[in-house]
T-cell receptor
Framework: AQSVSQHNHHVILSEAASLELGCNYS??????LFWYVQYPGQHLQLLLK??????LVKGIKGFEAEFIKSKFSFNLRKPSVQWSDTAEYFC??????????????FGGGTRLMVKP | DAGVIQSPRHEVTEMGQEVTLRCKPI?????LFWYRQTMMRGLELLIY????????DSGMPEDRFSAKMPNASFSTLKIQPSEPRDSAVYFC???FGAGSTETQYFGPGTRLLVL
C-alpha cells in the first residue's frame, strides 16, 4: 500500500523566513500529488497539485512545490512566510493515470506556526 | 456555489448514542468521500462513493460505522453505538470526474465529541 510521509510534524518560523516542508511517498508508479492547507478552525483547501509537465508547480499565496521523481518527493516551499500562513499543511497522493477512483492518501500533516 | 455543506458543525453526545452526520456535496460532483481526522491518526479516508454507489469502505473502522448516499445530493455517516474513541473531526469531500488529477473539495467538518 502506498504511504505518504511528512517528517516535520511542527515547524516554527519567524515572518519573512523561507519555508520548506518535506513530503515523501512510497508508490512506485505514476502519481498525482497534492498539497492541502487547513487554516485554524477551517476546512482543507487545495494549495497546488501536480500531475504532469513542469515538475515545479506554482500554487496560491506564493507557494510552490517541486516534484523529484528519483527521490519520491514533493516538497512545498515559500520564499518568505507571513503570519497568515500559520496552518496545518497536508501532502496527498493518488496513483494515476489509470486510477479507477479518486482516493487520496494523506500524510500526517505539518503544523506551521509563523511568529509575527 | 455554496461548496460542500456538512451538518451539524458540532455534536456532543454520550457513549452509546447514535450519531448521524450529514453531507451535501457540490452540485454536479459524482464522487463523495468521508474522512476522519484525529491527532493520533491524522486524516483517514473512511469510505467513498461514485454516482451514489459505495466503492471502497475499507477505511470504515468497524460495524458501528455505516454510510449511505441515497441520492446525488445527500450522504450520511452513522455511528451506532458511539464510543469516546470516535471523537474526531469528520470531513466530507466531493469531486467531479474519474480522473485521479481531480481536486477534492472539503466541507467545514463536523466536530464530534463522545463523552
Amino acid at each position: 500500500a502506498q504511504s505518504v510521509s511528512q517528517h516535520n510534524h511542527h515547524v516554527i518560523l519567524s515572518e519573512a523566513a523561507s519555508l520548506e516542508l518535506g513530503c515523501n511517498y512510497s508508490y512506485g508508479g505514476t502519481v498525482n500529488l497534492f498539497w492541502y492547507v487547513q487554516y485554524p478552525g477551517q476546512h482543507l483547501q487545495l494549495l497546488l497539485k501536480y500531475f504532469s509537465g513542469d515538475p515545479l508547480v506554482k500554487g496560491i499565496k506564493g507557494f510552490e512545490a517541486e516534484f523529484i521523481k528519483s527521490k519520491f518527493s514533493f516538497n512545498l516551499r515559500k520564499p518568505s512566510v507571513q503570519w497568515s500562513d500559520t496552518a496545518e499543511y497536508f501532502c496527498a497522493v493518488n496513483p494515476g493515470p489509470n486510477n479507477a477512483g479518486n482516493m487520496l492518501t494523506f500524510g500526517g500533516g505539518t503544523r506551521l506556526m509563523v511568529k509575527p | 456555489d455554496a461548496g460542500v455543506i456538512q451538518s451539524p458543525r458540532h455534536e456532543v453526545t454520550e457513549m452509546g448514542q447514535e450519531v448521524t452526520l450529514r453531507c451535501k456535496p457540490i452540485s454536479g460532483h459524482d464522487y463523495l468521500f468521508w474522512y476522519r481526522q484525529t491527532m493520533m491518526r491524522g486524516l483517514e479516508l473512511l469510505i467513498y462513493f461514485n454516482n451514489n454507489v459505495p466503492i471502497d469502505d475499507s477505511g470504515m473502522p468497524e460495524d458501528r460505522f455505516s454510510a449511505k448516499m441515497p441520492n446525488a445530493s445527500f450522504s450520511t455517516l452513522k455511528i451506532q453505538p458511539s464510543e469516546p474513541r470516535d471523537s474526531a473531526v469528520y470531513f466530507c469531500a466531493s469531486s467531479f470526474g474519474a480522473g485521479s488529477t481531480e481536486t477534492q473539495y472539503f466541507g467545514p467538518g463536523t466536530r464530534l465529541l463522545v463523552l
